[in-house]
């Protein structure tokens, strides 16, 4: 008798025989009568013993037909499908997330799909955001349920809109802050960093203006927060990285903190210097920012500068009335070049022979750290007395004969033979 002719309890009691769905799928392919008869039998197989992988590939590969009759039959919307070595936790939501499928993602939730549910890689609305998918962020938002807040678990920690910025998503970073519930503010767990930190300190200077832009619009932006306690904050971030737009943008909202300070008491003109960039300084001083303020560590900004910047920022800061007596910032030029150590010697002010913590002068420095031109430099000096002694009772040249820099010892000796 043709297989066809069988009663179709006989059918399905065959098909009941095979156990693998691939096997099942074979067969009912090879007639239309069969496909119909055994096509539910086949998802509810799938649902019952292979873990409603139906569902997983159609979320996969956005087959809304195989994802509704996987549904229609038994598959369980929150099956998780991990992968051969560790466990991912990814659920079909996840799947459907991660390639954009909007209508994918709403088919789910009307199924009862948890939309805060992590992942390995987080939540479904993290994945749509890293991905930049627009549509199937919308999809999310729509749940009633969503936290447009929820971090990933413990390998992921971003907030979604941490991702969006981070991404350079601009149509999403709208959508997300058009949402009343979004914290704006809220940093990601790992980094600490808000997302208007990471929008200031994002390398692509185009990208990183209208994401800050766009961010300090919003009502409820705190542009003061810092990456954890003590670090830097945003305008400090935009001012080392001389991006007069960002840090002009930060500069002008109303509730930004001028006095804000760093872990080491620095402020944010401290590292306007350190971004070598003029104009920032110049905005900071119109401001009303101390020039000649000592900070914590007993440094000043004419020593960060003469350490740290390049030689043509001393002058400046020395044009705009900084005191080289404040801060030592003749020892901290000995460590960089020349360029900074002789427009502080040119001045009247400075004092060649001041001492640090330790009794030593800027001479005591530069013999140690074999800075051959500083010393001569300082040599050059009418007030320079070479016989100062430190803390240790050395000189500048007992100290360079320790550490073996004969050509400096000849400099001083022949110096002291001149005097």
């Not at 039959?73 to 070595?85: Q, S």
Request: net charge negative; proline share 6%; glycine share 8%.
């Amino acid at each position: 008798m043709p297989l066809l002719n069988l009663p179709n309890e006989i059918l399905l009691q065959i098909l009941g025989c095979i156990t693998k769905g691939a096997d099942i799928n074979s067969l009912i392919q090879t007639n239309r009568h069969l496909y119909t008869l055994g096509k539910p039998y086949l998802y509810r197989q799938n649902a019952t013993h292979h873990n409603s992988m139906a569902l997983d590939w159609g979320a996969q590969k956005n087959r809304l037909d195989t994802m509704r009759s996987a549904l229609e039959h038994g598959a369980d919307v929150e099956a998780t499908f991990d992968g051969p070595v560790k466990p991912t936790g990814l659920r079909a939501l996840h799947r459907a997330a991660d390639i954009g499928a909007k209508d994918a993602i709403k088919l789910l939730l009307d199924h009862g799909a948890d939309p805060n549910v992590p992942s390995a890689f987080g939540t479904a609305l993290l994945l749509a955001c890293r991905r930049g998918h627009l549509g199937a962020v919308e999809a999310l938002l729509e749940s009633p349920d969503i936290d447009p807040n929820a971090v990933g678990n413990s390998r992921v920690k971003d907030t979604p809109l941490c991702c969006a910025v981070d991404g350079g998503h601009f149509e999403i970073v709208e959508r997300l802050l058009a949402c009343e519930r979004v914290d704006v503010n809220q940093p990601s767990l790992d980094r600490g960093m808000t997302p208007l930190y990471i929008s200031v300190i994002m390398r692509d200077h185009e990208v990183g203006q209208r994401m800050t832009g766009l961010l300090l619009a919003h009502p409820d932006i705190d542009p003061n927060l810092a990456n954890g306690d003590g670090w830097p904050t945003p305008l400090m971030e935009a001012a080392m990285a001389g991006d007069i737009v960002r840090f002009r943008s930060l500069l002008e909202h109303p509730r930004l903190d001028l006095s804000a300070r760093d872990d080491q008491g620095k402020p944010v003109l401290s590292y306007a210097v350190l971004s070598r960039n003029t104009e920032l300084v110049q905005l900071m001083l119109d401001r009303g920012a101390n020039l000649n303020e000592e900070y914590r560590d007993g440094s000043s900004a004419l020593a960060d500068a003469a350490r740290y910047s390049r030689a043509s920022m001393v002058p400046f800061l020395l044009a705009r009335g900084a005191d080289p007596r404040i801060g030592l910032p003749l020892h901290a030029a000995v460590w960089l070049d020349i360029g900074a150590v002789q427009p502080l010697l040119a001045d009247p002010r400075t004092e060649v022979n001041a001492r640090d913590r330790q009794g030593r002068t800027a001479l005591s420095h530069a013999a140690e750290n074999h800075r051959d031109g500083a010393v001569e430099a300082l040599l050059r000096h009418p007030n320079i007395d070479v016989d100062i002694k430190d803390g240790d009772g050395m000189t500048a040249a007992n100290i360079a004969e320790r550490e073996g820099w004969h050509d400096i010892v000849d400099l001083l000796r022949a110096f002291e033979s001149r005097t």
